[in-house]
């Protein structure tokens, strides 16, 4: 699981830095900034904490007065009269505007109260989950760099290897060591041959 989560956290780094800063060696502070810029768990995070504040904001709507306006218009093809007098126009219009404060909405608090509360969980949330990303993040960066380092000593054992070897050979040319001594050196060289592919794996 640790392996695949800084794998993950790997290819995210190499996607989103810019192909100038892949030509230089990334630093711890580079990798942190970079999955907490572009890793979906801040960003799920971060969008926990925008809905939280909608929810006290529709919350605290209950305590807060209602406006409404409301208007109509009656087209008629003509006018009515009575006694000389116009009665019914050919057209009218009426608007209506209400204001409504509720004076006591003892459902609203504790509502208003658990919002609240889940806003405030929102952020400790949101500050958690960059803490353990930032965490995550500097654990893949020093395992990848331990194993980096690995690979470099595995090729340096190597390098030992093949000039002891080589050096055996031509002792044994010489008669001056036996074949046994020659036989030792393959087999180190083939070990460090194993641990460099082994090391190579780990990185890929």
Partial sequence: MLRRVRAALLVLVVLAVPRVLRAQELTLDQVVRVALARN????????????????????????????????????????VEQNGRIVSRSNAASGT??????????????LLSSAKHSRAAARLTEVDQRRQLCFDAARAFFGVVAQQRLLAAAKRRLQQAEATLADTHARVVAQLASSNDETRGMVERASAIQSVAAAQGALE
């Fill in 40 to 79: 979906e768990r801040a960003r799920i995070a971060q969008l926990g904490v925008t809905s939280a504040e909608a929810g006290v904001t529709k919350a605290r709507g209950a305590l807060l007065p209602s406006v409404t306006l409301s208007g109509g218009e009656t087209l008629r093809p003509y006018t």
């Fill in 97 to 110: 505007l209400s204001v409504t404060q509720p004076l006591l909405a003892a459902s609203a608090f504790p």
